[in-house]
């Protein structure tokens, strides 16, 4: 995957200008959508995505790849494809289904309750992350994470990580309606994991949060 050049934000705020502009995909899915984008229920929220591109902003120095982005909706129940591939250049997006932690969603509804950093929570944590190296342990191949905000500080500690998961998949939904729950990690489907992987490398960031 090509990386944007060091001055990647000329380009960004070109792109997502103004308020009506942060995120033409809303407005018109078809017109920009990556493919794989699901247009109809995987949209991504303009409030949203200024809040990440605002994170964006404030962690660059930490990020050595700035052309992609993920954006986590966790307003969106587990149902619903709400981990978003963002290309910065052109502004497609792909949507895919992520689990949240059980600590989030002790009732297993599947719409994630409360953010937590508590070392033991098993929930998830809001705020910018730094993707890191990949390892494979008892999840498989996995990518390791590095919190940016004081909410997500204990991500390493915790290990909070990018993996796949049996749970996660259109499966689930059909036979529960929502996904299974993680310790805290973004839980992908095993068939999604690779393209995850392949867009979000090391020195890439993620951003997460509900509205």
Same mark, same amino acid.
């Given at each position: ?8 934000? !000329? ?33 991504? !929220? ?10 964006? @902003?404030?962690? #660059? ?18 149902? #619903? ?20 932690? *059980?600590? !989030?969603?002790? %009732? ?25 190296? !990949?390892?494979?342990?008892?999840? %498989? ?5 590095? %919190?940016?905000?004081? #909410? ?21 939904? *059909? ?5 299974? *729950? ?9 068939? @999604? ?5 392949? *867009? ?8 997460? @949060?509900?509205?």
């Amino acid at each position: 995957m090509a990386t944007s050049p060091m001055n990647p934000l !000329s380009r960004r705020q070109a792109l997502f200008a103004g308020a009506g502009a942060a995120f033409a995909l809303c407005a018109a899915p078809a017109a920009f959508a990556a493919p794989g984008v699901n247009a109809l229920t995987g949209e991504l !929220s303009p409030a949203l995505l200024r809040r990440a591109l605002a994170a964006f @902003d404030r962690h #660059q120095a930490r990020l050595t790849r700035r052309d992609q982005i993920g954006v986590v909706d966790f307003s969106a129940p587990s149902r #619903q494809p709400r981990f978003h591939l963002v290309d910065l250049a052109n502004g497609g997006t792909t949507s895919l289904l992520v689990a949240h932690g *059980r600590g !989030s969603d002790p %009732g297993h509804s599947g719409f994630l309750e409360r953010f937590s950093n508590e070392v033991g929570s098993l929930a998830t944590s809001s705020g910018a992350y730094l993707v890191s190296e !990949s390892y494979n342990g008892r999840h %498989g191949a996995s990518r390791r994470l590095i %919190g940016l905000d004081p #909410q997500n500080s204990n991500a390493e500690v915790r290990a909070i990580v990018m993996h796949g998961a049996w749970y996660v998949g259109p499966d689930m939904i *059909r036979d529960h309606g929502k996904l299974g *729950r993680s310790e805290g990690c973004f839980a992908f489907a095993e068939k @999604d994991l690779k393209q995850v992987f392949d *867009r979000l490398t090391a020195g890439r960031m993620i951003y997460a @949060d509900k509205l």
